[in-house]
């Protein structure tokens, strides 16, 4: 309970109000025992000012303090404090209580000296006492009826927030459960999950995401599948064959002569390699596939790879043209390996290219890059199969025939070959018009 989502949000909004009401009351008290003293200060200052001004007038008009008394116990009832007003040497002729009159005044708050215009010194001092039963409220009351207000209001704030916090937390909660229990399914080995939601933001994005990791679980699990019943099938048929003969030279049917030997010969081969191209893509994708680079002719490197796959073309009748940049690229890359790609792309090209048509081999200049393609004017691939031609054992003819969809590793080798060295490989096709495999390098400086 204590480690949901619901239960964390519940505890977030609660410690955000608190926080919240907690830091209003601070600055609300604070600000209240200011202003509130302000205000006692600006209120005594009004209530000297007013009975000094009539004080002061008394004295003007009679001369003397006589006939002040009454005046001052009705101040003093009006404005709810004791008002006292003591001559020059200290005695009491005035009191609001009547207590004082008469007596030495020693007072314990200061007072206003009374002193006018044609007297030098002062004729007297008043003082005014607050009247606790009258005042207005302390500021310590103040904040703390403020606080409690506060402490109320807060109350009600978390009832209102767990109201919402349970309608909202289950709006949110919902599609991260419906994401757990996808994943919990998917490690079950339900790679068929999916998320159906219509949020938007992060949680959309998560469920998106999910999604697009389940369909590439599907996919490759897919891929894994067609990967063993296509290695089953290239290894068995060579191994049919090879047993085949094994038996016939047995039992005596046929003779170990020169050209079963040739055929089995040719068997083997083929066994040899499909386990050389399994074994370069396991280093390829472990990133261990060793490189041997030197600077080298791009022009050089195509030519040779052409010259090696001319008689396959011309037996064929399929026409294989070089068209080379008039510059001389230099790259720093493993010349084995980069024929061993372009004899990939140009064996791919001659099994999917009709007798008559034509193979063209180019290199073009980009910036600080070189490019190389193989194109044709084959068969073509199904728009729907491009993204897919670089996969692991994926071939566009499902007919499983060496003929004409080999092991289905070649393009992926040839990609991480590519990778290897730094570079990007591309497909463009066109079906029924053609096909064109390319693949860019980086240059050297001195070929710049």
């Avoid at 499983?400 to 463009?428: D, P, S, Y």
Wanted: glycine fraction near 8%; hydrophobic fraction near 40%; charged fraction near 20%.
């Amino acid at each position: 309970m204590i480690h949901s989502l619901r239960f964390r949000l519940l505890v977030a909004f609660t410690l955000v109000i608190l926080v919240t009401v907690g830091a209003i009351y601070l600055f609300v008290s604070q600000t209240t025992r200011h202003e509130f003293r302000r205000y006692g200060e600006r209120s005594e200052q009004v209530r000297f000012g007013r009975v000094g001004f009539e004080l002061m007038h008394h004295y003007r008009e009679y001369g003397s303090w006589e006939g002040i008394q009454p005046y001052v116990e009705q101040w003093g009832s009006l404005y709810g404090h004791r008002i006292i007003v003591t001559d020059s040497s200290g005695i009491v002729v005035a009191d609001s209580q009547v207590e004082l009159l008469g007596q030495q005044y020693h007072p314990d708050t200061r007072g206003m000296p009374l002193s006018p215009p044609w007297e030098e010194n002062a004729t007297g001092t008043f003082y005014i006492s607050p009247d606790p039963a009258k005042d207005f409220p302390s500021p310590m009351s103040l904040s703390q009826a403020i606080g409690h207000f506060l402490l109320w209001g807060a109350l009600l704030a978390i009832a209102i927030a767990l109201i919402f916090t349970f309608f909202i937390s289950r709006r949110i909660s919902a599609p991260v459960k419906a994401v757990t229990n996808a994943a919990q399914r998917l490690g079950q080995g339900d790679l068929s999950q999916r998320v159906q939601t219509k949020e938007k933001g992060e949680i959309g994005e998560l469920a998106n995401t999910f999604n697009s990791m389940a369909a590439n679980l599907e996919r490759s699990e897919q891929l894994r599948r067609n990967m063993i019943a296509d290695t089953a099938h290239e290894l068995r048929t060579p191994l049919s064959n090879l047993n085949g003969y094994l038996e016939a030279i047995r039992d005596g049917l046929v003779k170990a002569d020169e050209s079963t030997i040739r055929s089995l010969n040719e068997e083997a081969s083929l066994l040899s390699q499909l386990v050389d191209e399994l074994q370069e893509l396991s280093l390829a994708e472990a990133g261990e596939l060793k490189l041997n680079c030197h600077v080298e002719n791009i022009n050089k490197i195509v030519t040779q790879a052409a010259a090696m796959r001319q008689e396959l073309a011309d037996a064929k009748g399929i026409s294989l043209k070089i068209e080379l940049t008039d510059i001389s690229p230099q790259a720093n890359i493993d010349s084995r390996r980069i024929i061993q790609l372009l004899l990939n792309l140009i064996d791919n090209s001659i099994r999917h290219t009709p007798d008559g048509g034509t193979i063209t081999i180019a290199t073009k200049k980009f910036d600080e890059r070189i490019e190389i393609s193989v194109g044709d004017t084959g068969e073509g691939i199904p728009a729907e199969d491009l993204p897919n031609v670089f996969e692991r054992f994926y071939r566009v003819d499902k007919s499983r025939t060496r003929a004409t969809g080999g092991t289905g590793l070649g393009l992926t080798i040839a990609k991480r070959i590519v990778e290897a060295h730094g570079g990007e490989i591309q497909v463009q096709s066109e079906l029924g018009k053609g096909s064109s495999f390319a693949f860019s390098l980086p240059i050297t400086t001195e070929s710049q």
